[in-house]
């Protein structure tokens, strides 16, 4: 089946520091975007990419849609504590394939 | 901001007891879909819908699901009869289009099936 898998599971990193996480596929996916989960809440789309190739930044994240299709990273600059939280990734399988496969999750630490 | 509003937030139901679940779209969206996360785990795929009727839906949406847009704001969830492996929370979600669109989620019911 479709599966998107993410690394790290979990990061424990000091407030100020940078993030890096990435999600790859053994399928192409058409659409990719990250989301976080805070908890008790439901994900909440942070970053859209529709373009193989596309790097797109909101504010403190930056993320890449991998050139073969397979693959996206998030990055965060100087992580703040209300970055804590899990962030999945997501995509499409196929333009007008309205289902969207989440990746594994990585859970991020921030430790005063 | 617009929201998609789902509740209750937390059901306990009775193992083999009908459980409907509901949510409320944003209002221009055209797009719906139920999500559910165990759990400790991804959020896995249910069923999307869309013109009144479900367009796409998993493999772990079988007979015991039901979606229903009753009154064209309105979007629930039933599950005929609960078993313990359906406690999860249960995400709603709803766009304005598809692939090119990223979902708006609602905050979630968390089922426990006791």
């Known amino acids: 089946g479709q599966q998107l898998n993410q690394s790290p599971q979990s990061m424990f990193i000091q407030e100020g520091e940078d993030v890096s996480m990435n999600c790859t596929s053994s399928?192409?996916?058409?659409?990719w975007l990250w989301y976080k989960q805070d908890p008790g809440e439901g994900p909440v789309l942070l970053i859209a990419?529709?373009?193989?190739?596309e790097l797109t930044s909101n504010g403190r994240l930056t993320a890449q849609f991998g050139i073969t299709r397979k693959d996206s990273f998030l990055n965060i600059s100087a992580s703040i504590p209300s970055d804590v939280g899990i962030y999945f990734c997501?995509?499409?399988?196929?333009?007008?394939?309205?289902?969207?496969?989440f990746g594994t999750g990585t859970r991020l630490t921030i430790i005063p | 901001e617009p929201e998609v509003t789902q509740t209750p937030s937390h059901q306990v139901t009775q193992m083999g007891q009908e459980v409907i679940l509901r949510c409320v779209p944003i209002?221009?969206?055209?797009?719906f879909y139920w999500y559910r996360q165990i759990l400790g785990q991804k959020v896995e795929f249910l069923v999307s819908?869309?013109?009144?009727?479900?367009?796409?839906k998993s493999e772990i949406f079988d007979d015991q699901f039901s979606v229903e847009r009753p009154d064209g704001s309105n979007f629930t969830l039933k599950i005929r009869s609960t078993k313990l492996e359906d406690s999860a929370m249960y995400f709603c979600?709803?766009?304005?289009?598809?692939?090119?669109?990223?979902?708006?989620f609602g905050s979630g019911t968390r089922l426990t099936v006791v």
């Open positions: 979600a709803s766009s304005v289009g598809i692939s090119n669109y990223g979902y708006t």
């Open positions: 399928s192409i996916f058409n659409t």
């Open positions: 990419l529709y373009k193989a190739g």
């Open positions: 997501a995509g499409h399988r196929d333009f007008g394939n309205e289902k969207l496969t």
């Open positions: 209002s221009n969206h055209l797009y």
């Open positions: 819908f869309y013109n009144n009727e479900i367009s796409e």
